[in-house]
C-alpha cells in the first residue's frame, strides 16, 4: 500500500518539477523564474523525503534540511539582487 | 708532440681575463689603459713564441682538458703550424690595433668599452685558431660574430655602424648557425668532434653519405664569414666601425676565420669534386666581382673593404683548387695580404682622420702634404696590386701559376681569363687608391687641413709597410718558415716552398703584365667607366637585405599577431579541437575489452530529473544573454546534479555540491552587480556554428569516454579504503575517512587552495580600490527605481532565528562528518551560509561591525591548525598526516571518540569558512566604494521605535 | 542509467564549451560552471554507477559504491569553488578597469619600423 | 551578567531541542553538549540581535498556533478548489490593505508570515514606517471581510501575545 | 622515514599563513620571513639534493598509509634537483622583489609566493597522480594572485585570460585522471605503472586516451603548441619579478611530461607505444617557430621576451620527446639553463622599465641612466636565451641537437632550431639596438610619452641590492657553462633513473616496511 | 493486533503521502496555470509548503511505526519550511512590484509613508515630527 502511496505521491512532485520547470522557462518576470526555481527546491526535497522512505533510510535528511536552508538564501539573494542590485549592501 | 702544451690553454683564455682590465684601467688614464690592455697580448705572445720553434719544426701543441664529455665538447687545444700563423697574426696585429686605437679614438669615445670587445674579439679568434674540437670550434666562432658585433656596433650613435653590425652579426650568425648543423653531421661521421680525430677520418667522411650536407652546411659558415658571394655584401657596411675595427677584423682577422676553418678543413673535406667545383667557383666569382665594385667606389674603406672581398675570393679559390702547392700559396697570401691591407686600412684611417673625409673624390695631392702616410700607403697598395719586389707580387704570382695549370668547367681559359681580370682589377683600384689620394694636385678644399699625424699612429702602418718590403725581399727568412709549417698543417706533408721574386718566364709573367697593363688602362679610363657603371642599374645588397629584413619583420609580425590575436575564444577553441582530434587519435591506437556490465534500469523519475537537467542546460545556452536568467538556470542545473548525486550512492557529494552551488551564485550575483546584466549579441553566425560544432563534438567526445567506462568493471585500490577506513581511520563515513586521513593531503591542498582565492581576491579588491578602477566606481550610478527597502523587517526578525539554528546545523554536520554525511568543509559552508543570511537581512557592514573573528587570522588559523595537526604526527615518529584517535568515556557521559582527524576538519572548517567570507567582505567593500551608504540599524525602520518616540514625546509633554 | 549518466555528460560538456567560447566574461564564467558539473560527474562515474549503496559503513550493507572518486570529486569541488571565486573577481576587476567584460583583448599598441 | 550569558533564554532552549531532535539521540552527552551550544550560539549571535522581545501570554501563543494551523488546513483546501477548478476569469483577486496596531517587528513579522501561510492571502509588502501591510487575496469580493478577519482573528491574538 | 621530504612543501605552507595573517600590517616582518623562509627552503633542498644524488630513491608516506592506498611523496634525484632550482630561483626573485619594491605594490605578495613555491615543490615530490592535480592548482591559483598582483588593465585582462585558459586546462586534468582511474583503477604513479604495463594493447584505447589527454594538460602548463597561446600575453603583463618566477611554471609542465610519460606511459609500455613522441615532437618545433616568429616580430621588450621564453620552452619539449635517457639529458640541462635564462631576461627588463619612461615599448626613447650596465645585462640575457655561446644556452642547444640526431626527422628537427635561434638573435639585437643604441643618439630620439598606465614610479639609481638578483640569474649560466661536464653528469644519472623506473616503482610499491598498524580497533558500526 | 497495527500505520501513512502528493500537485498545477505573477505565488507557497509537509509527516510516521526507531528531522525540515516560506513569498511579490507593478496601481497605505518597495523608510527628521 505505502508503495502504491509512494509512487502516486512520486508522480505529482515529479509532475511538480516538471511545472517548475516550464514555469521558470516562460516567466514572464523575474519574479516567476525565482518563484518557480523556490518552488523546485521545495519539490526537490519532498522527494528527497520520500526516496527516503522508499529506501528505508535516513540519510538523505542531512540534505533535505541544508537545501531547505540553501534554497531559502538563494531565494532571497536573487530577490535582493532584482531589488536591490547588492546582495549584502 | 711538443712541449709547453700547459702554456696552451692559458695564451687562449689570457685576452678573455684581459677583457676585465680595460674596465678597471680606464680610471687610470687612456694611455695606462692602453698598456695594460697591451699587457695580455704580450703576455699571450710571448707564451706563442715560447711554443712557436717547436711547432715550426713540425710538432704540434695539444692540450686536453675535460669540459662535456657527454657531448664530446671538450676544451682541446691544438698548436699546429696553421694555428701559429693565424695566430701571430691575430695577436701581432691585436697589439698594432691596440697601439694604433690610442691615438686613433678621440677622448669623447669610451675607450674601455673598446679594448674589452677588442680582447674579447682577439681570445675569441685566438680561441678558433687553436681548437682541437670542432664544437670548442664552434663556440669561438660564435663568440667573434658575438664580439664583433659589438665592435663594429661601437659608435652607436652612427646608423651605418648599427646597422652594419646587425648586417654582419645577422649574416654570420647565419652561416654560423648552418655550420653548428655541419659541425655535427662531421662529428656524427667521424665518431668524434675532436678535430685530431676527425681529420684521420677522410676516407669515412668523403665516402659517406652525408658528405655533401655537411661540407654544404659548414662552407657556409665559412663564405658567409669571409663574405664570399654571394654573402660578401655585409663586409663593406662593416666598415662603419672605426678604422682600427677594421683593420683588425676585415683585413687580418675575422674575414680569414672563413678562410682558416677552410684550411684547417682541407685535408678532410678538400679533394672531390664538390669541393672543387663549390669554393673554386665562389672564389673566382667574388674575387672578380668584389675588385670590380672596389674600383668604382669612392669611400677609400669601401674600396678597401671591397678589395678585401676579393683577396678573400682568391684565397678560397685557391683552396678550392685542391692542389697542395695551392693551398701553400694561400697559405702565403694569407700573410701577404694581412701585412699590406692592414697598412692600407690605417693609412685610410688616418686621411680620414687628418682630412675628415674618406671621399676619394675630395681628395688628392696628399703625397706632399702627409709624405710619410703617403709612402706607406704606396707601398702596401703597390703590394696589392701585385707589383714587384713587393710581396703580393710573389703570391699573386704563384696564384697566376697555379691556376694557369687549372682544369675548370671544362678548360684551362676560362679560369686564367677570370684569375687575370682579377689580378687586372686589382691593379687598377690599387692605382686608384694611391693616385686619387696622393698624387696629383694639392686642393684647397680639404675639410681638415691634413698633416702627418702622431709618430705613435704611424708605428703600426709603418711596421706592416717594412713587412711588406721585407718579405718582398727576403721571403725566405721572413716568411718560408712560417709558410712551411703552416703548410704543412694543412697538406699534411712538407711543402718545400721556394719563394722567390723571379720564376722566369712562365704563363703567370705573361698573365702579371697584362693585369699591370690592363690595370693602367683601367684607371685612365676610370672617369669614363665611372660614369657608364653610376648609370647602370645594378642590385644593392644593402637595399635588398634591409627589404629581406623588414619583410621577415613583418612576416614575423603578421604570424604572430595572426596566432596571439589576443582572442582567448579562439585559442580555446583550438585546445578544445586539438585535445578531441589528438584523444580520438590516441583511442584509433588501442582495442576496447567486451563490456563486462549491463545498463542500471532508469525508473522515470530519473527520467524526470534528466529531462530537467537538459533543458536547464539547453536553456542555459539559448537564454545565456540574459545574464540573471542564466544564473537562475544553473542552478537548476546543479539542482539536478546533486539529485544525481543522491540518487547514485553519493550523498555526500550531494551536500557539498548545493551548498558551493549557493555560494557561488551569491558571489556572481555580487559581481553581476557591477557587470552588464546582458551579454550583447556580437559575434556572427559563421562563429555559433562553429562554436556549436565544436561544442556538439566535445559533448559527444566526453559522452563516449564515459559511457565507454561505465559499461566495464575495474578493480580499484578502493576496497582498502572501505576495509580499513573504520579500523585505520576511525569513522564510517568512508569519503570523509578519505579525505581526513588516506588523502588528508589532498585535502590540506585543497583549503590552501581556498585560503588562497581568499588572499587573492582581498589583495584584488585593494588593487582595485587604489588603481583607476576606483575611479570608476566611485562614479557609479544606481539605477532609480531600486526597491526603497534595504533591510526589511520580516527578513531581519526571521533570520534573528534562523540564523542561530542555521549555526546549529553546521556543528551538527561538521561533528557527524567522520561517520555520517558531512564534515568540516560542509559546515563551514553552512556556517557562512548562516552568516550570509545575516548579512542579506542587515546589510555586510552592520553585521561586519558586529563580527567576533578576524576572516584573514581564521583562514591562517584553518590552515595552520590543520598544518600542525599533520605536523602533529611527528612527535610520535609518525610522518606527516598520520591520524590518531580513540574512544574515551567520562562519567556521566557515554563514550565518544576523540580524532586527530576532527582536528583536521576543524582546520578545513576554519580555513572555509574564514576564504568564503573574506571573498564575501572583498565584494561587498567594492560596493561600499561606489556609494552604499553603512545602515546603522538593523532594519530599516523599527516600527517599535514609533510606538517609543511617541510616549517619549507623551512623557515630553 | 550509464547511458543517462553519458548523455548528460556530453550535455553539459557542450554547452558548457560552447559558452566558455563566448566573447564576454560573463557567459564563460558559466561555462566554466557547467564544465565543472560536467567534469565532476564525470570523475564520480569512474567509480561505475550504483544505487542506494552508500559508501557509509553499517552493519547489514553487502556491498559499497566506490568511495575513491568522491573523495576525488569533494576535493575538486572544492578548488573549482576557489577558481571561480577568484575567475569571478578578476572577471569584475577587468570590467571595471577596462570598462568592458570582453575576454579578448585587442592589442592598441603600434610599433616603430626599423633603422 | 545572566542577561549576557542568555541573551534570548527562549532562543536558548530552543537551540537546545534542536539539536537534540538533530542527533535523533536522548543521551547525558547529547544534552550536554545541546545546553552548551544552546549557550554559546547565542551568546555568539547577541549581537545580531540586540534587544530581547517581550513574549507573554503562552497560552495564548499556544491557542494561537492551534487557530493558525487550523486555517491553514481548512483553507488550503479551499484553494485547492480554487486552483484546479475555477476557471482563471472567475478568479477574482484584489489588493487589501490591513492598517496595523502592532509595533513590535516580531510581532508584525508573525502577522504577516500567518496571513502568507494561510491560503488566500500573500503579504506583499509594509508601509515604509511598518504601519500598515498590504496583503494580496487570490480570490474574493469582500476584501473588507478580509481584512477585519485578519485583524480580529490574527493581530487580536498577537497583540496579547507581543504586549 | 626521513620527515626532511615533506619540509618543502610544510615550510613554505606554515609561513605564508604568518606572512598573510599574522604579519600582514608589517611589511619589514613579512620581508624577513618570506627571506627567511626561501633560505630555509633552499638550505632543506640542498640537503634533499645531497640526499638523492647517489641515485636513492627515498618514500614518504602521507599518514603512514600504504602505497598505492594513501598519497606518497618520492624523492628522487629529478625531484631533488627540481627543488633546488625552485628554491633557488625563488630566493633570488623574492631579493628582487625586495629590493625593487614590488612587494609593497600590493598586498599579501610574499604569502602569494610562499603558496606558490610550496606549489611547485609539492608538485615535483608527488608520487600521486590525483595529488599532483592538486599541487597544480595551488600553484596556480598562486600564480593567478601573482599575475594579477598590484592590478592594472592590461594585467587584469590578461589575468583574465590566463585564469580561463587554466581553468579549461584543469578541466581537462580531472577528464584525464578520471579516464585513468577508470581504466586502471588506481592513482599512486608507481601503481600506475605496474597496472598500465599489464594492459594489452588490444585494451589500451582508453589508457591512451588518458595519456593523451595528461599530455594536453601538462601541454598547457608548459605553453606548447597548439596550447601555448597563454604564455606571451600573461608573462608580458604580469609583475616582472612574477614572470620572473614563473620561469620555473612552464618546467612544471615538461616536468611531469618527463615524469608520467616516462615512468607510466613510457616507450616500454605497450598500451601506449611512441604515441607521447609522436605528438609531443611536432607541437615542440611548431613552438619553437612560434616563439622565435614572436620575437621577430615583437613590438614591447616584455612580449619579446616572452616569446623567448616560449621558443625555448619548445627547445625543451623537443629535447624531451625524444625520450631517450640521452635527450632527457639534454632536456635536463636544457631545462636549467632556460629557466635562469628566462628568469635573468624579466628581472632586467624590470630593471629597465624602472628607468625607461616610455614602457617596454620598443621605439627610442631618452638614454637611460647606467645604459651601458642595462646593455650589458641585456646583451647577456639575450645570448643566454639565444643559445650563443659563452652562456649554457649554447652547450644545451647543443646537446638538444646532438640528442635528436638519431630521430628520423633530424634534417627538420635541425632547421627549426637552428633558424629558430638565428630569428631569436635578430630579433633580440633589433631590440637591444633600439633600446639602447638608438636611445643614446640624440638626434634620433623622439618625443616622450608617458605611459597611460599607472606603473612604478622610476627609479633614478640602481643600486647593488637592486642589480644583483639579475647579475645572479646571469652568473648561473655562466657557472653551467663552466661546470657543464659536472652539471651533464649528474643529468645523466638523472635522466637514467628516470628511464629505469624498478627503483622508483620498488621504493614505493615494495619496500614498506611498517606501515599503519590497523589491529587496534575492532569493527564498523 | 501485530497486524492490524501495521495495517493502520501503513494506512496512515499512505495517507499522508496522497495528501501531500495532492497538494504539491496542486502546488505545481497553480503554478502552470494561473494567469497573473500574483496569483501564481499564492499556489506553491502554501500548497507546496503543505505538500513537503504531508511528505515529512508520512516520512515520521513511516519510521516511527514501521522501522520503528524515532526522527525528530522532519519536524525540524518542517518547521524550517513554515519559517521561510513567508519570508519567500514576501520577497518575491516585493520583486514583482518592483519590477512590474506601477506604485499608483496599488491603494494606498493610508499613512505618510507609501510603501515600503516605492517609498524610503522615515528618516531621523521624519521622526522628530
Ligand atoms: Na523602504
Ligand atoms: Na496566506
Known sequence: MITYALIFAFACFGFGLLATLWRLLAGPTAADRILALDTMVINFIALLILYGIWRGTAIYFEASMLIAMVGFVSTVAFCRFILRGDIIE | MVSGSGLLPVMVLLPFIGALVPGLMIRAGRNACATFTAVPTVLALVFLGVMAPGVLDGGTVTAKIDWLPALGLNANFMLDGLGLLFAGMILGMGLLITLYARFYLSGDDPMGQFYTYLLLFQGAMLGIVVSDNILLLLVFWELTSLSSFLLIGYWKHLPEGRQGARMALTVTGAGGLAMIAGMLILGNIAGSYDLSVILEHREAIQASEYYLPALILILLGAFTKSAQFPFHFWLPHAMAAPTPVSAYLHSATMVKAGIFLMARMWPVLAGTEEWFYIVSTVGLITMVIGALIALFKDDLKALLAFSTVSHLGLLTMLLGLGSKMAAVVAVFHILNHLTFKAALFMSAGIVDHETHTRDIKRLGGLASLMPVTALIAVVAALSMAGIPPLNGFMSKEMMLEEVAHTHWWGGEWPIIILATLGALLSVAYSFRFIGHTFFGPVRDDYPHHPHDPPVGMLLAPGFLAVLVVLIGLAPMTFAAPIVEAAGLAVTGSEPHVHLKLWHGVTPALFMSMVAVGGGAVLLWLHRPLDRIWLSTPRPEAKVMFDALMRRVVLGSRFITEVAHNGAISRYLAIFTVATILLGY?????????????????????????????????????????????????????????????????????????????????????????????????????????????????????????????????????????????????????????????????????????????????????????????????????????????RHPLMMVVATRVMMPIAALVGVYIFLRGHNLPGGGFVAGLVISIALLMQYMASGFAWAQDRKRFEYHSMIGWGVVVAGLTGAGAWLAGQPFLTSAFGYFRIWPFEEFELATAALFDLGVFLTVLGAVMLMLYSLSRLARYAGETVNVDPMDYDPSRREVADSEQKDAR | MELIVATSLGGLTAAGIYLVLRLRAFPVILGLTLLSYAVNVFVFATGRLTVGLPPVLNDDASAYTDPLPQALVLTAIVISFGMTAVLVLISLGAFLEAGDDRVNIKDETTGESDA | MLKRLFPHPLLSVTLTIVWLMLVNKVTSGNLALGILLGIVIPVMTAPYWPNRPKLRAPLMAAEYALVVLWDIIVANIVVAGIVMFKRNADIHSQWVVVPLELTSPEAITVLAGTITMTPGTVSATLSADGGSLLVHCLHTDDPDGIRDDIKTRYERRLKEIFR | MNHWIIAPVVLPAMVAPLIAYVMRHDIVLQRTASLLGAVLLTAVATGLFVLSADGSVHVYRLGDWPAPFGIVLVLDRLSALLILLTSVLGLIVLIHSVASGWDTRGRHFHALMQFQLMGICGAFL?????????????????????TIHSGGKARLQSGLQYVIMNLAGSTLFLIALGTLYATTGTLNIADLSVKVREIPVEDAALVRVAAMLLMIVFAVKAALFPVQFWLPGTYANAPAPVAALFAIMTKVGAYAILRMHTIVFGPDAAAIGTLSQDWLMPAALITIAIGAFGVMGARRLMPLIAFAVLSSTGTLMLAVSAFTPYSAQAALYYLLHSTFAAAALFLFADLLLAKRRTGDLLKVAPATVQNGLLASLFFAGAIGIAGMPPLSGFLGKLLVLDALRVSDYTWLVWTVVLAGSLLTIVGFVRAGSLLFWKSTS?????????????????????????????????????????????????????????????????????????TKDLSAHGEAH | MDQDMTLLSELLVSVFLIVGGIFGLVGSFGLLKLKQTMQRLHAPTKATTLGVGGALIASMLYFLMIEGSVSFHELLITLFLFLTAPITANFIAKTFMQGDVPENELPQTGREFGWAVYDDPPSEEDEEK
Open chain 5, 126 to 146: 608527488t608520487g600521486d597522480a590525483f595529488n599532483l592535480f592538486v599541487l597544480f592548482e595551488i600553484l596556480l591559483i598562486a600564480s593567478y594572485g601573482l
Open chain 2, 585 to 789: 587519435a590516441a583511442f584509433q591506437g588501442g582495442g576496447m575489452p567486451a563490456p563486462t556490465r549491463g545498463l542500471l534500469p532508469v525508473p522515470p523519475l530519473v527520467g524526470v530529473g534528466f529531462v530537467l537537467l537538459m533543458v536547464a542546460t539547453a536553456a542555459t545556452v539559448t537564454m545565456h544573454r540574459s545574464r540573471f536568467r542564466a544564473l537562475i538556470l544553473t542552478s537548476v542545473v546543479g539542482l539536478m546534479v546533486s539529485a544525481g548525486f543522491v540518487y547514485l550512492s553519493a550523498p555526500d557529494l550531494a551536500l557539498t555540491q548545493i551548498s558551493v552551488d549557493t555560494v557561488t551564485v551569491m558571489l556572481m550575483l555580487l559581481a553581476l552587480h557591477f557587470l552588464p546584466k546582458e551579454t550583447p549579441r556580437e559575434s556572427p553566425i559563421g562563429l555559433h556554428i562553429r562554436d556549436g560544432a565544436i561544442a556538439i563534438a566535445a559533448g559527444v567526445a566526453v559522452a563516449s569516454l564515459a559511457y565507454a567506462f561505465l559499461l566495464r568493471d575495474i578493480d580499484t585500490i578502493s576496497g582498502y579504503h572501505l576495509a580499513n577506513s573504520y579500523k585505520g581511520g576511525g569513522g564510517n563515513n568512508v569519503v570523509n575517512v578519505i579525505l581526513v586521513d588516506f588523502r588528508g593531503y589532498d585535502t590540506y591542498g585543497e583549503i590552501i587552495v581556498l585560503g588562497i582565492a581568499g588572499l587573492t581576491l582581498y589583495a584584488l579588491m585593494e588593487a582595485l580600490l587604489n588603481g583607476p578602477a576606483s575611479r570608476r566606481l566611485r562614479n557609479w550610478t544606481f539605477p532609480p527605481d531600486r526597491s526603497r527597502d
Open chain 5, 442 to 514: 640624440a638626434d634620433l630620439a623622439g618625443p616622450i610619452e608617458p605611459e597611460p598606465e599607472d606603473e612604478a614610479p622610476p627609479v633614478t639609481k640602481l643600486g647593488p641590492l637592486v642589480v644583483a638578483p639579475t647579475m645572479i640569474m646571469l652568473a648561473m649560466l655562466g657557472l653551467l657553462t663552466v661546470f657543464a661536464g659536472p652539471v651533464s653528469r649528474h643529468m645523466e644519472a638523472t635522466a637514467g633513473q628516470l628511464f629505469d623506473p624498478s627503483a622508483y616503482i620498488g621504493a614505493v610499491l615494495e619496500d614498506q616496511p611498517d
